[in-house]
């Protein structure tokens, strides 16, 4: 394929999960408070939570740390992706790549800029967008936002089950927003189809680097 037209098909899909992305994450943030679930269906609910961490509310070290290893994952991806458009790899393989890419840059966005154009949420409280300087928080110290929750299974251990017997379950307890299924979607396609030319890449990277 054209790497023109590669490159369109990069910023397109990029463009797409961020305005999908953000546009969730605003309206959760302006018309939810802290904790508010509304039940589309008995395994789909949106539920508005508020996480310092990473992707599903995993945490690893400080805030700033991890919006400064962030900024530089996306600077990393991004040239790299810019190198596969350039070389004209697989379309398939570019879209994997670009969503990864727009899922890291949609939460970084979170991580920037909310702290400083947010008023806190808390629950019983809405959110209001701000002047600049008068949020929740400082620059690189905002928290990403998270909503989609899918309790596909809910129910109690058997008495009998070793260790949590009798105690209540949820399977599938994550709380995650667009940005993190981006970042899923792309790896899970990329790890099953793209193995090889996965290798591909990274093998030829280190023979240019030789």
């Known amino acids: 394929m054209d790497k023109r037209k590669l490159g369109l098909i990069a910023i397109l899909v990029v463009a797409l999960v961020l305005i999908i992305d953000q546009a969730s994450k605003v309206w959760v943030k302006t018309h939810m408070s802290l904790g508010e679930t509304i039940e589309i269906a008995n395994w789909f609910k949106i539920y508005f939570v508020e996480n310092p961490g990473m992707a599903f509310g995993w945490e690893f070290g400080g805030k700033l740390f991890l919006s400064l290893f962030r900024i530089v994952a ?15 790899y697989k379309k398939g393989y570019i879209i994997c790549v670009s969503l990864i890419m727009a899922g890291a840059f949609g939460n970084i966005i979170d991580s920037i800029f909310y702290g400083e154009i947010f008023s806190a949420s808390y629950p019983g409280h809405v959110a209001s967008l701000v002047s600049l300087g008068e949020g929740y928080s400082s620059w690189l110290h905002g928290n990403v936002v998270d909503m989609l929750y899918f309790p596909l299974i809910e129910g109690t251990f058997p008495s009998w089950f070793p260790k949590w017997g009798g105690e209540h379950f949820i399977f599938f307890s994550p709380i995650f927003n667009i940005a993190d299924s981006a970042i899923t979607v792309g ?3 990329l790890l099953i189809f793209y193995r090889k030319t996965l290798a591909l890449s990274l093998e030829k990277k280190e023979k240019n680097k030789a």
Request: hydrophobic share 50%; net charge positive; no cysteine.
């Open 74 to 88: 996306i600077g990393f991806i991004g040239y790299y992706l810019y190198s596969l458009v350039k070389n004209g």
């Open 187 to 189: 790896i899970f396609i």
